[in-house]
């Protein structure tokens, strides 16, 4: 039996307009510059450089007014005529002063910066198969190293089976393989410098690098004996249970054990990947004459403008349709392209102008809110979250979590990622408020004087910190500790001779 019901709901639909604007709030400046890249190719309409007219027009106080305004618009030009001629003072006139005031757009040095060539930076890879080159391998030999270099992961290891290396080799190149010739090749690999490069776990990287050494080294074979007789008790730091297994004196597992951590555990960190990741910050804040100056990076983000030859074409069908001429099917269509990629233009125009204008709003009512850092450093930061600075400016959480995601702001004390300037309070039995943070450097700091012998347990740190006036749990130090990522206590232990 089919039963009808009428139910009534609420609900938000945002305008592409809206959409585009959120997309790009988002996006940290290098992933600005690619998609301006993009709308750039897409768009032919739209090309770099500031309108030779300088309007000042005020426009609505707030996002949700800007919003309706634009949506108004758009529903007003939906019930006209979609051939009206496309208004160039509505274009020119749009509100790029969304909240007021125009935002700071640091360009020094921008066309000198472009001019400067990239030095280009050989990976790990490539240095790899430099090396092969220098072997005397045949051409099986050299299709097998190739597919081991390209399995080996960002720390440097092969965490791959070989078992699918000679799958992969079966199935893209048709050879049959065993693993004989996958070991004959992987051993010559992590020679390779750096030494223990594609080894399949931390032990045997940490072997192949002693291997090396010279064997008058002091402490190496003593070194080779824990890590293969006594590597879980090496990794849990029972040092009893190794001078046991190994049979040594205390004097002589010290000096294999600082051996062992003197070697590199990840041969490839940092160097693995085909392109390096730089942090560019999107703000910069700078105290002059006892104020802040406050800069969106608009290195990365050029003025954009309509071609003035599309202007032209424009201005001449307009003209001739003026005039009471018989337009043509042609002519037709290209009026019609041109106002849908004019408006298209000025959308994206005006979500850049709106980002630039609500990512300074939401950096300096952040500044406002965490002064005592940017004056004077870490140690100042006070306990913050988004909310605080939503309910600031009045805008929603969801806008300023996508301003903050990803983004960094270049201060005088080093970058930081906007993220850090959030977190807990914490107060104090003074009544004092502070940021967890300030408690981490804290517990940080006292493992870092600690007794090496004698580390302190989570339980010692919390009522040290009781002490200072922290009444905090010890579930919560043990939490602290893990963000940090510092270690449980035994782990931490180390070999501390009389």
């Known amino acids: ?37 993009a709308e750039l190719e897409t768009n032919p309409v739209l090309e770099e450089g500031e309108e030779e007219e300088e309007f000042e027009v005020e426009g609505p106080e707030t996002e949700s007014e800007a919003s309706e ?22 274009f020119l006139n749009a509100p790029d002063d969304l909240y007021g005031y125009k935002a700071q757009v640091d360009r020094s040095a921008e066309e000198e910066e472009r001019e400067t060539p990239l030095v280009h930076m050989s990976t790990m890879a490539e240095n790899l198969r430099e090396q092969v080159g220098m072997l005397d391998l045949d051409e099986h030999e050299e299709m097998i190293a190739e597919q081991i270099i390209g399995s080996i992961d960002e720390d440097g290891y092969l965490r791959r089976p070989v078992g699918s ?17 996958i ?26 690098q002693l291997e090396a050494l010279p064997k008058d080294i002091p402490g190496r074979e003593n070194a080779v004996a824990m890590l293969q007789d006594a590597y879980k008790a090496f990794t849990m730091k029972h040092f009893e249970q190794i001078m046991r297994k190994v049979g040594i ?4 597992l010290k000096e294999a054990y600082d051996l062992i951590v003197s070697l590199n555990p990840k041969p490839g960190e940092g160097e693995f990947s085909a392109q390096t990741n730089y942090v560019t910050p999107d703000f910069t804040v700078a105290v002059e004459d006892d104020e802040f100056r406050i800069s969106l990076n608009g290195k990365n983000a050029p003025e954009l403008r309509i071609s003035k030859g599309y202007k032209q074409m424009w201005n001449q069908l307009s003209a001739e349709k003026k005039k009471g001429a018989g337009e043509s099917g042609h002519a037709g269509e290209t009026r019609t392209f041109l106002k849908q990629r004019m408006e298209s233009a000025r959308w994206f125009i005006n979500s850049i102008n709106q980002r630039r204008q609500t990512m300074l709003k939401v950096m300096t009512s952040l500044v406002g809110l965490q ?28 806008t ?34 502070v940021s967890n943070k300030e408690v981490k450097a804290l517990i940080a700091r006292m493992i870092g004087a600690e007794d090496k012998a004698k580390p302190f347990s989570d339980q ?25 990522n510092i270690p449980v206590a035994r782990l931490r232990k180390q070999i501390v001779l009389a």
């Open 1 to 37: 039996m089919l039963n009808l019901r009428q139910t009534q709901s609420l609900q938000q639909k945002l305008s592409p307009q809206q959409i585009q604007y959120i997309k790009l709030l988002q996006l940290p400046t290098l992933a600005l510059e690619q998609r301006i890249k």
């Open 69 to 90: 305004a634009e949506a108004e618009a758009a529903a007003d030009k939906r019930e006209g005529d979609p051939e009206d001629e496309f208004n160039w003072d509505e």
């Open 165 to 181: 290396i000679i799958d992969d080799v079966m199935f893209n190149l048709g050879l049959m393989l065993t693993e004989d010739d």
């Open 183 to 208: 070991e004959r090749v992987l051993f010559r690999i992590q020679r390779f410098d750096p030494v223990g490069i594609a080894a399949r776990d931390l032990r045997e990287c940490l072997l192949i």
């Open 249 to 252: 004196g205390e004097a002589e």
């Open 371 to 398: 002064e005592g850092f940017f004056r004077k450093g870490e140690g100042h930061l006070k306990p913050m979250i988004l909310k605080d600075i939503a309910e600031r400016i009045g805008m929603d959480i969801s």
């Open 400 to 433: 300023i979590s996508r301003v903050v995601n990803g983004k960094y702001v270049q201060t005088e004390f080093g970058v930081y990622e906007l993220k850090y300037f959030f977190s807990e309070g914490l107060t104090t039995e003074s009544g004092e408020e």
């Open 460 to 484: 010692r740190l919390a009522d040290m910190l009781a002490e200072k006036g922290f009444r905090i749990a010890r579930r919560t130090v043990t939490k602290y500790r893990e963000q940090l």
